[in-house]
Nanobody
Framework: QVQFVESGGGLVQPGGSLRLSCAAS???????????LGWYRQAPGKQRELVAR???????DYTDSVKGRFTISRDDPKETVYLQMNNLKPEDTAVYYC????????????????WGQGTQVTVSS
C-alpha cells in the first residue's frame, strides 16, 4: 500500500524558514531511487499545484514563484524527500503534500491517487 507521511510544517513569520519531510512507502517491486518525486501545495480555495520536483537522477525543477527560495532533495536509503523553504511569504501558506510524479506529454502529474494528510504551513506576522 502506497503511503506518504508529511511533517515539518508550522507557523512562521515572513522571511522565515521551514524544512518539510516526507517519508514515502512505495511499491516494493520498484526501488525508491527509481521514482521521480514532487512536493505539491494546496491553498484554501485553490487547486493543488506542483511546486518542486526531483527526478531519479536528482535533477530538480521549481514553479516560478518559489525559485531561489525552495530546495527539494531526497535521501534514497531513508526513502524520504525534503523541501527546504527559505524567505517564506504569506502566499506560501498552504497544506503541503508529496507524491511520486510521472512525466506525460512534457508535464508532470501525480503518480498515485492516494495522498498523505499533508503538513500545514502558515506564514503570517
Amino acid at each position: 500500500q502506497v503511503q506518504f507521511v508529511e511533517s515539518g510544517g508550522g507557523l512562521v513569520q515572513p522571511g522565515g524558514s521551514l524544512r518539510l519531510s516526507c517519508a514515502a512507502s512505495l511499491e516494493p517491486s520498484i526501488p525508491f531511487r527509481a521514482y521521480n518525486l514532487g512536493w505539491y501545495r494546496q491553498a484554501p480555495g485553490k487547486q493543488r499545484e506542483l511546486v518542486a520536483r526531483i527526478t531519479a537522477g536528482h535533477s530538480t525543477d521549481y514553479t516560478d514563484s518559489v525559485k531561489g527560495r525552495f530546495t527539494i532533495s531526497r535521501d534514497d536509503p531513508k526513502e524520504t524527500v525534503y523541501l527546504q523553504m527559505n524567505n517564506l511569504k504569506p502566499e506560501d501558506t498552504a497544506v503541503y503534500y508529496c507524491n511520486a510524479v510521472r512525466l506525460t506529454s512534457g508535464d508532470y502529474y501525480p503518480l498515485y491517487n492516494s495522498w498523505g494528510q499533508g503538513t500545514q504551513v502558515t506564514v503570517s506576522s
